[in-house]
């Protein structure tokens, strides 16, 4: 199951769960009949005068006051599961609520301003707020698995506990097709659920979008010089690492002149055609032209660890000469000191 934002309207945000086919009955009962609850109440044995009766604790069902739905009122849908997405966080659920622990604090008020973040980007609307808890406005979930259009509204506060900081989300006001109703313990569980998804969706989003950046900075400051492979030939070798590299070279290479025609990261292969740029490219790059012809060539790198080597053959499989290599340093260089 997975969000989609669909529709805000004023301070009411809607979200859309989709779901698999089949009407929301067939989706949310059992496929047999109901005859069971038909059944008879079970009536006391009666024993023949004199008899003495022998009892078997083996199917013994224990005694206790026990409640729920029985018969198509019987939600069989799995239980929702909470995105993992916050390193080092854990999860616990208890009463249909869902807390999220995490061991220091700094990490507690990242999530904290994601929360607030997920919040505003959405379009949830904020009741009430202090620095500890928030009540959020009204929001409506449309699934196929329901019948009605759900409302709900939400406590999300931050807590203390053992050395240890969290986050709680509860649901706290439920309606149904507009109408405010108790809500089940099942509805509780799942729809809090979907609310801390949210949360930990946006969170992840954010941890992605830094980690992009990062790569992005540290290929600005990686040193490249010639040096050789684990053979002894000639390479050039840039000091970062294979993955950092990898992922900035779609942006550096057809600023040199190279239109990519395959990649493999894998096997470390990119495959481009190469043609010769004009003189403001050379001027706006401040170093002399490479003497390329223009053809296929096949780029190989190499992980090397915390470096990455980078080597070229031609179009018959042939390496560059050690000259050429070097005179592409200090092109890549300036290119990546330009990202």
Known sequence: MKFTHQLVISSLAVFVLSACSGGAS????A???FE???????KEWQLPQGATPQFYPNYEIPNGDFSGGVGPIVDIRPPQQVLELIPGARVERQNGEVTL???RQDEANKVWQTVLTMLDERNIGIVSQTDTVLETDWVSWTSEDEVVELGSRYLISRIEANNRFGFKISLIDWREDGKELPVSMTNKERYNVFMTNLVTSRYDTDLREEAARKAQELVKQIPITMGTDRSGFPVIIARTSYDVLWQRLPDILPKMGFTLEERNQSQGTIKAKYAASDDAFWEEVGVKPIELKDGTYTFLFGDLGNRTSINITNSAGKPVEEALLKDMVPILSAIVEQQ
Do not use: F, H, V
């Open 26 to 29: 067939q989706r949310r009962q």
């Open 36 to 42: 069971y609850l038909e059944t008879p109440a079970l």
């Open 101 to 103: 622990w995490l061991i």
């Open 31 to 33: 496929k047999d009949d």
